[in-house]
């Protein structure tokens, strides 16, 4: 079935260092792509999103990367901090079908001092 | 400032008492919708509204009501809930179709 997943459901660094956190996704019809950040007892958190035209995108210390040809999308976060320690979620958005999001099912990152 | 809220934040019910979660934006969006997430399920789609008396199922969404009679409201409605709708729920709300969506903080439901 269509999926969106993730190859580590956990991820150690050290503070300062750079964090990248990867996501498969099955349905090349998606045009849309968002990564969360889900602290404790919170609710998700934009990031930082991505359109199928791109192939890269960036922000404040996060960089998102797409890649259509082998369905992968990825999250670095640079000089990572311990205010970084959250789940990530990264997310598909189908054409039509309601604007449904479909997530994965999450990475824990771990800033380690 | 521009926010997805919920109420309540926490409750305990039991099995067949009908309960209300409600939801409201202030961000004038078009589009809301209900998830709920469970341990190594990730979040999932219960149902969606993309404007005022539009609504439509999600992925999971036996057991549950919606209603969106206004755009800043859409509660999620359980007429006889039941132990396995015991969750995390999260209503959204996006700008519109292919746009991002927020959050809200959570409500955390446990079904006796």
């Known amino acids: 079935g269509e999926s969106v997943g993730l190859h580590l459901p956990t991820l150690s660094v050290q503070e300062g260092d750079n964090s990248i956190i990867n996501c498969a996704y099955s349905?090349?019809?998606?045009?849309?792509f968002i990564w969360y950040k889900q602290e404790s007892g919170k609710g998700p958190q934009f990031i930082i999103d991505?359109?199928?035209?791109?192939d890269k995108r960036q922000g404040q210390r996060v960089t998102v990367l797409l890649n259509k040809t082998v369905k992968h999308l990825s999250l670095q976060i640079a000089a990572t901090q311990p205010g970084d320690s959250a789940v990530y979620f990264c997310?598909?958005?189908?054409?039509?079908?309601?604007?449904?999001?479909?997530f994965g099912t999450g990475t824990q990152l771990k800033v380690e001092l | 400032e521009a926010q997805v809220t919920q109420n309540p934040r926490y409750l305990i019910t039991v099995t067949g008492k009908k309960l209300t979660v409600t939801c409201s934006q202030n961000?004038?969006?078009?589009?809301m919708s209900w998830y709920r997430q469970d341990p190594g399920l990730g979040l999932r789609q219960i149902y969606y509204?993309?404007?005022?008396?539009?609504?439509d199922k999600g992925d999971v969404p036996e057991g549950y009501k919606v209603s969106r009679k206004e755009k800043r409201n859409f509660p999620l409605i359980l007429e006889s809930p039941s132990p396995n709708q015991t969750s995390l729920y999260f209503c959204?709300?996006?700008?519109?179709?292919?746009?991002?969506?927020?959050f809200g903080p959570g409500t955390r439901l446990l079904v006796l």
């Open positions: 959204a709300s996006s700008p519109g179709q292919g746009r991002t969506q927020y």
């Open positions: 349905n090349s019809a998606s045009d849309y």
């Open positions: 991505i359109r199928s035209n791109m």
């Open positions: 997310a598909e958005n189908r054409p039509g079908g309601g604007n449904k999001l479909t």
């Open positions: 961000m004038n969006h078009e589009y």
């Open positions: 509204s993309m404007n005022v008396e539009v609504t």
